[in-house]
């Protein structure tokens, strides 16, 4: 099973934070690049404990869709999000917050297998890693320039 742990800061309380994280609106301005959208379950707002969306996009070439479902969920301290149905054999995301004085901690940690065994610990090795985290890195940059400006405004209110 492979592994992404990433820790951003961001000068913003940690309820601005947690509520850009699980917004669908945001979610989709992050992934434009990729053409991502949300096409079944909660496809705008806030997303909630028990609840799903499936996400349509184009990754590495391939238009590709993943249901993912939150399975826990206590705000503001943190919530997971688990694969349903998609390309990875699993997919397990932890969303924790830490509030400090000058801000929140975003401490995302990223569990995943991909199927097919061996080729697909060599498929994580090689690149499949490497390319998440990039896209981890530029889903918090935009986490980021909404909750530290007044763009947090556009899109919880």
Known sequence: MAKIHLTTLINAPVERVFDLSRSINLHRIAFS??????????????I??????TWQAKHLYKVRKIKTKITSMNFPDHFIVQMVHGDFKSF?????????????????????ESP???IGQLTNQLFLTSYLHQLLLHRNEVIKQYAESSKWKAILI
């Open 48 to 53: 909630n404990e028990n609840e799903t969306v």
């Open 116 to 118: 097919y065994g061996i």
């Open 33 to 46: 690049s990729k053409d991502e959208k949300a096409i079944e379950g909660i496809t705008t707002g806030l």
């Open 92 to 112: 397990r995301h932890e969303h924790h917050f830490k509030p400090i004085d000058n801000g929140t901690f975003l401490i995302d940690i990223i569990e995943f």
